[in-house]
């Protein structure tokens, strides 16, 4: 149980175009998740947080208008990078939690985003 | 901020050896999660701690939640080739009913020669 998908798992784009991501709780009613980034060699780093309905929160150094968090129902999510820039080029990881998890996220596979 | 750190950052050892990693905080947790991180892949949840004192085991692997709540330790017994990876503390500091974000250590990264 508890099956997090994320599409797509690999992504290449132009310098300046918009990529979206989905991340999908397969069998379960997420209420909250969580978008992350990830450079290599490093930690997982929270970009922000979503509950079902309501607008995301961010942490502080995160471009809200940048990265388009839209989480529309309880089982998914999406994240859009707008006018993408090879800075952006990263790997991106969301994790979903439900109400009585206890605080255990269960995180998806990943999309690793290319800017060129 | 709060601030996990996790030691050590890397292990080399041989197959069939035990492991030891931990975590430590200045500020308390009511929760602490172990992750393990495969290369290109999402972190996959390996133990799940709530109350101070309490050791849990989930196979070859056993962690304890420190009886201050600023600290955990991860073990792994009689280690195997497929336990390569980098291991991951979070700790939270919300017990119940509720999502709270999670405060990640640096990660431990562990090779295991055959």
């Known amino acids: 149980g508890a099956v997090v998908s994320q599409h797509p798992s690999r992504v290449i784009c132009k310098s300046g175009t918009s990529v979206k991501i989905e991340c999908r709780s397969l069998d379960f009613q997420a209420t909250t998740m969580f978008w992350y980034r990830q450079f290599p060699k490093q930690s997982l780093m929270l970009m922000a947080t979503s509950n079902e309905g309501s607008k995301a929160t961010y942490e502080q150094g995160v471009e809200k208008d940048k990265f388009l968090i839209n989480h529309a129902s309880l089982t998914l999510s999406t994240l859009t990078v707008t006018s993408a820039h090879p800075e952006d080029s990263s790997f991106y990881i969301c994790?979903?939690?439900?109400?009585?998890?206890?605080?255990?996220?269960?995180f998806g596979p990943g999309t690793r985003l290319t800017v060129l | 901020g709060q601030q996990l750190n996790q030691s050590p950052q890397s292990m080399f050892i041989q197959e069939g050896e035990d492991v030891s990693m931990n975590c430590t905080s200045s500020?308390?947790?009511?929760?602490w999660l172990w992750y393990k991180q495969d290369p290109g892949e999402g972190p996959v949840l390996l133990i799940a701690?709530?109350?101070?004192?309490e050791l849990t085991s989930n196979g070859r692997l056993t962690a304890q939640f420190g009886t201050t709540r600023k600290d955990s330790f991860l073990n792994i017994s009689a280690s195997i080739p497929s336990d390569v990876g980098i291991y991951f503390c979070a700790g939270s500091s919300r017990s119940q009913g509720g999502s709270e974000k999670l405060v990640f250590g640096k990660g431990t990264k562990l090779t295991v020669n055959p």
């Open positions: 994790s979903a939690s439900y109400l009585s998890s206890y605080n255990e996220q269960f």
């Open positions: 500020s308390i947790f009511n929760t």
């Open positions: 701690l709530y109350k101070a004192g």
